[in-house]
């Protein structure tokens, strides 16, 4: 059977005291299994000479998923690695056992540059199995012309992660999900009033999200012929479960364009236990994973 909600999305503060927009964890709302954490930064103007990113911190029992829509940043982490990221460059990284790292737009320097930079990013954090909490940390880095993509219309849509609207992704994941991005550019100038549709996996959580704009479209139960309107916009966040089809319209021409993220994730259905950085299964683990922090088993920060 057909559930759905409809989550408020709130505004918080993270890392160096830049400004998110988070449908979750909040109180009363921990996590729709097996997601447990998005923020989405900007779309804004980062200033000249301000830095908007985070300080050293570490990880332990989950995936961190770091979408650059717009803007660049870098990653550094106590593995040695060191990355750059693109417009539309993904970083997918499994924190497993433990890593310290941080990441962000590097600084402007206005001197230099002597201009402002656009950021527009979403960080998903992905539980992991408990089978998967202890495997060593790993990468996976996809380059904008690496996502496959459709276009329908003046609509684009690039696959993240899973099988979605006919395409699938090579991204390698511990649990069955799809990570899609719907998006139409605000110079589009034709509105083809074409829809697109995807077959769900019924098992699935589905979180549908607006970051710019508005999306409007259909739910399906085929089993039992249920169908289910929904129109969500920006600010908002519809998550449904029992689902086997998803039918979207093409969003009209707006001045800021669309954005949208279609997540759908089987849940693991294990305990979570969590306290800041670290995800585990009990309280125990938590414990440890400070322990192992701090005794520096997760590396040492660079001096």
Request: glycine share 8%.
């Amino acid at each position: 059977m057909m559930h759905t909600r409809i989550i408020k999305v709130h505004t918080t503060l993270e890392g160096e005291g830049f400004e998110v927009q988070r449908p979750f964890p909040v109180e009363g709302l921990s996590q729709i299994d097996p997601f447990l954490l998005i923020d989405q930064i900007g779309p804004k103007t980062m200033l000249a000479n301000n830095r908007i990113g985070t300080d050293w911190h570490p990880h332990r029992g989950f995936e961190t998923v770091s979408y650059n829509i717009r803007g660049t940043s870098d990653h550094l982490d106590t593995l040695g690695n060191e990355g750059h990221m693109e417009p539309g460059d993904v970083q997918w990284m499994t924190a497993g056992s433990g890593v310290i790292h941080k990441e962000g737009p590097k600084k402007v320097n206005f001197n230099e540059e002597n201009q402002d930079k656009e950021v527009f990013s979403i960080q998903l954090w992905v539980n992991l199995p408990k089978a998967n909490k202890m495997d060593p940390p790993k990468y996976q880095d996809m380059r904008t012309d690496e996502i496959p993509s459709v276009n329908i219309g003046d609509v684009v849509i690039k696959i993240i992660a899973g099988n979605a609207f006919g395409i699938e992704s090579h991204t390698n994941t511990f649990t069955p999900i799809v990570y899609a991005h719907i998006s139409k550019d605000k110079s589009s100038k034709k509105y083809n009033k074409e829809s697109f549709f995807s077959v769900i996996d019924p098992d699935h959580n589905v979180i549908i999200l607006p970051l710019v704009g508005t999306i409007s479209g259909k739910l399906y139960d085929s089993a039992i012929g249920e169908i289910k309107n929904f129109t969500i916009a920006k600010g908002h966040t519809f998550v449904a479960s029992g689902i086997d089809k998803i039918e979207f319209e093409e969003p009209d021409i707006t001045e800021d364009g669309t954005d949208v993220l279609l997540l759908t994730g089987k849940p693991i259905g294990e305990p979570v236990v969590r306290y800041g950085p670290f995800v585990m299964n009990s309280a125990e683990e938590v414990q440890q994973a400070f322990e192992d922090f701090r005794a520096g088993k997760m590396g040492e920060i660079p001096a």
